[in-house]
């Protein structure tokens, strides 16, 4: 098929809304994923009526079909370290698990700006803070679930005037305190990705290189529009790009994605990758309700190696 899309969006979208969720919110979107016991886990952003937001947690055999937690997950923090970084509100969260910890990178707003906590679980029940990460102002960051040379590598999104806002990789030697940090991918000019990225979902190791989901945006007349698209990193020095797709691999299409909290944006936290070789991609349509899709990872990594751009 020509058109064949690169992911297969599942028929029965949106598989999360705020209707299945047994506590007040307003959207349901922005979801970190893995694997935990055999059941897909999915960490979500949900806005309350105030317009900040919180962060839930909902469970399914399948991967498509879920059911929320009776109660939030992690709602900003009373201790004194965090409590003064969460005033506005925990957003985004993403999960990375090594062993049998799963660390949770999430944004923390306040009047000082945004910066992102880290924080673990080991049963999806009971979260432990560990340490806010980042200075203001930094958004999205993913780990990389393995160690480099006895390092930690991250993707990390500062926030800059003078050029648009890059990826950036940060090294570490203990997941809490981080350096080194070196830019690795920017938006192009005149492209999908031109206004900003930022990476998304917990990179994904393949035989050819770490996948990278990021999302890019594009400013219209409109507005933002939000897109993701793939880059390949290299296995042993993740800071080494081995290709950015040039083509973005989802944009917003279905009606709830192009209308709803913020209109035209579909923005992924998660994906998971199962041992048929496929993935499967969650996102955010219009920062109001959860989606899923399907891909090759083959056909992900081969965009990124045989229609490049450059990365920087
Ligand atoms: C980004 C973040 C995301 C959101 C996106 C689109 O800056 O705030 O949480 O999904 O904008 O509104």
Redesign the pocket.
Known sequence: MINKPLVMRYERNPILTKHDIPYPVETV??AGATKFNGEYILMFRSHLRNGRSIIGIARSNDGYGFHADPKPFMEPSDETEFAVHEEYGV??PRICTIGDEHFITYSAYSRFGVRIGLAKTRDFENVERVSLISQADMRNIVIFPDTFNGRYARLDRPHSEINPWCIWLSWSPDLVHWGNSVPVIQPVTYHWDEMKIGPGATPIKTAKGWLNIYHGVFPTMDGSV?RLGVALHDLEDPAKVLGVADDWILSPEDPWELTGY?HN?V?SCGAIAEDDGTVKIYW?GA?TVMCVGVATINDLVDLCLKKPRPPL
């Open positions: 979107h922005n957003e985004d939000y913020v944006v923005f955010g920062d």
